[in-house]
DNA sequence: CTGTTAGCGCTTTCAA
DNA sequence: TTGAAAGCGCTAACAG
């Protein structure tokens, strides 16, 4: 490992001239001669010099790299959200750094230790389903670092939070799914400790009561994101002596999954039966019939959780504030709920 | 911004013994007493104290992060390498810094600039479809920085490359094609300075002599991936004279655009014409009908890679060694081809 | 305009 | 078993 990478010290060396000499020609700052700044600036274009961010990092303790925590990125949601959030960075000059929980806690816990030991200047969080203790969290705030939460949130930490307006898009689906005349409306619920699929089955409850619709716990399971058990669910309901008449789940794989298993099942969709999902994910426009679902703005999200947690970077602990900014759901209809 | 990050120094301080005592309790040396250990441990413990990794690295000139840039994260094939890839890394205790380079030459050519001076101790990278000029990751090698190559290599750089079968993967696929009687197959081709297109090109030629059929320039078109225009090309082949019995794309999300356009015509797939795509994207089971394509051994790739990557750090540039590992594809038959 | 010094937090000598 | 000093590469402060 002969890693010869230059430094400040190689181009004052060879110039024959100090090494804070060099430093102030490459970060421009005044007082340096023509001819010297000339000099420096072509070695180290010739010698491909490259600041040694570490070290500028470890005297700055600034490291200009904002961490983000997202529990997996298979849906096409979690990158699309990033997408938005490294252009945002990006203008503001920083760079990104991706930590993927695999919906697991305890990888999010080791995440947030290597972002904390890589001195992020902050994080941006979404967190897994199976995470109910916040103490991993509560750290950043106690070291004054700045976090944000976005999509995945709790109400147990306060700090700024981005989400879309779970129950207003929950309800945009129920009273489209009322308004095509259906019923019997069953529920794929989300695991219960995420906050978002709170507001969304709260949202299907007061839609069935603000219409008059019975509540039947039947209809109503708690699906805690493993696509496998989506086959069972669904063949319970198709045969229940009253089946539904339309199911909502909590999100699009699930609402994909249930597509297939009600066809092969040769019942029409949506006559017999319609479907929708939640957050518009990229396979959703292609299941025949179309999935009906909720677009979340992504972007949006993405760009607006790094501008809080600019906001917050430089400022005390004490000038925080705890926004909850909260994001407008777009009803997409597809074939799964209308002819 | 009160960062008060504990630093062995006031660890040191609070206990009144120096900091290198501190620093060896603290990394489990030996030479230290039973009761100075539990006393470091404990404040340690008490106080959150997280090595600060800047430092260290700093003296140590090793980062333990790998730098992965891959051009997208829309589709479902790089996010499943990079999963791979992490659950390697982390074995190894690696952590992993991903960059998007969204397809973009300039973009691709940033995200080095920023992994070299955060000091990756190697990288992983998937050119974009822009990428001609390589003197960006020339660079790493003059270093001794290693760089692996995986899914969109160049032949124009001497260091380990994975990569899938191409050409045996879209071979596989025209037999399958003219073995399901078609004869008029047209290719949309992807860009040519990508070498895994090219082999795929190269593939779709060979066969078509080896069986004999005839080859028509109007057949081949190259796209650049630009979706857009995916629905000009399926129009002007469905409007030719002679159109085409069967479309091979270059990959999936052109291939479910033309399922698409094909239904929109009032055709039937796979009878009048079939469609076939390349890397198994997440939608490609949900089209309607499925879309037949060729699976990645994603986890494979990513494992493998990193694995040639971590072989070389440490290692000294001349005992590098240019390995070429070529994965098997998979044929997956679905509906768009095969009744 | 340029050189010298000090320090970011850590580990690793070398001494005691 | 412990402490003191040096150094990783950089910049800011202070002299000259």
């Not at 619709?213 to 493993?226: K, T, V």
Request: charge should be neutral; aromatic fraction near 8%.
């Amino acid at each position: 490992m002969a890693k010869h990478q230059i430094t400040i010290i190689d181009i004052a060396k060879e110039l024959g001239i100090s090494k804070s000499t060099v430093s102030r020609a490459l970060t421009g700052h005044l007082g340096v001669s023509e001819k010297t700044r000339k000099d420096v600036l072509e070695l180290a274009e010739k010698w491909d010099y490259q600041k040694n961010m570490l070290a500028f990092q470890l005297m700055s303790s600034r490291t200009y790299v904002i961490g983000i925590i997202v529990p997996e990125l298979m849906t096409s949601f979690f990158p699309k959200v990033i997408q938005g959030a490294q252009v945002a960075a990006q203008d503001a000059g920083y760079s990104i750094l991706i930590g993927q929980s695999n919906e697991q806690y305890l990888t999010e816990v080791a995440n947030v230790k290597a972002m904390l030991a890589n001195r992020v200047d902050g994080i941006l969080v979404s967190l897994t389903k199976e995470t109910q203790n916040y103490e991993h969290l509560e750290i950043f705030r106690r070291k004054g670092i700045p976090i944000v939460m976005f999509n995945r949130v709790c109400t147990e930490l306060k700090t700024p939070k981005v989400v879309l307006d779970d129950y207003k898009g929950a309800t945009e689906i129920m009273e489209h799914l009322i308004a095509s005349g259906k019923k019997r409306i069953a529920h794929l619920a989300g695991p219960k400790n995420l906050y978002s699929c709170r507001k969304r089955k709260e949202a299907y409850l007061d839609s069935l009561k603000r219409h008059n619709l019975p509540i039947d716990p039947e209809l109503i399971i708690d699906y805690d994101m493993n696509l496998d058990q989506v086959k069972i669910f669904v063949k319970y309901w198709l045969d229940l002596p009253n089946p539904p008449d339309a199911i909502f789940a909590v999100n699009d794989p699930p609402g994909i999954e249930a597509i297939q298993i009600i066809k092969e099942r040769g019942l029409s969709i949506p006559n017999d039966i319609a479907v929708a999902g939640f957050s518009d994910d990229n396979s959703s426009q292609y299941v025949e019939p179309g999935l009906t679902t909720i677009r979340q703005p992504t972007d949006d999200m993405g760009r607006i959780a790094v501008q809080l947690l600019l906001d917050m970077i430089d400022k005390d602990v004490s000038e925080w504030k705890t926004v909850y900014k909260v994001l407008k759901p777009e009803l997409i209809v597809r074939g799964s709920s209308f002819v």
